[in-house]
């Protein structure tokens, strides 16, 4: 297990950017794949982005292709999300999350940080 701690949640305009940190706590961090998780007000949790241990390899879910940008650094042990042209049905509170492959499914991920809201007025 890592422990994990996001960061840089806030309210922000619709059209607007925020750009999300998690930290780990630095056990082998490069060998985790890594991936943003979200649960919006009232829905189910859904995944948004995963990235490869290396870095080069990136996914995202449909909804935020070409806005959101997943990007890791292992030297600082730490995994990002930039999110642009933000909407308001992206708030939610969003969740890193570790694991052994860059999936789509929660049950791939072993690791979850506490989550860290985003708001988005219109």
């Known amino acids: 297990q890592v422990q994990l701690v996001e960061s840089g949640g806030g309210l922000v305009q619709a059209g607007g950017s925020l750009r999300l940190s998690c930290a780990a706590d630095g056990r082998a961090f490069s060998n985790y794949a890594m991936g943003w998780f979200r649960q919006g007000p009232g829905k189910e949790r859904e995944w948004v982005a995963s990235?490869?241990?290396?870095?080069?390899?990136?996914y995202y879910a449909e909804f935020v292709k070409g806005r959101f940008t997943i990007s890791r650094d292992n030297s600082k042990n730490t995994v990002s999300l930039q999110m642009t042209s933000l909407k308001p049905e992206d708030t939610a509170v969003y969740y890193c999350?570790?694991?052994?492959?860059?999936?789509?499914?929660?049950?791939?991920?072993?690791?979850w940080g506490q989550g860290t809201q985003v708001t988005v007025s219109s």
């Open positions: 990235i490869g241990w290396s870095g080069e390899l990136t």
């Open positions: 999350a570790a694991g052994v492959v860059a999936t789509a499914r929660e049950s791939d991920f072993g690791s």
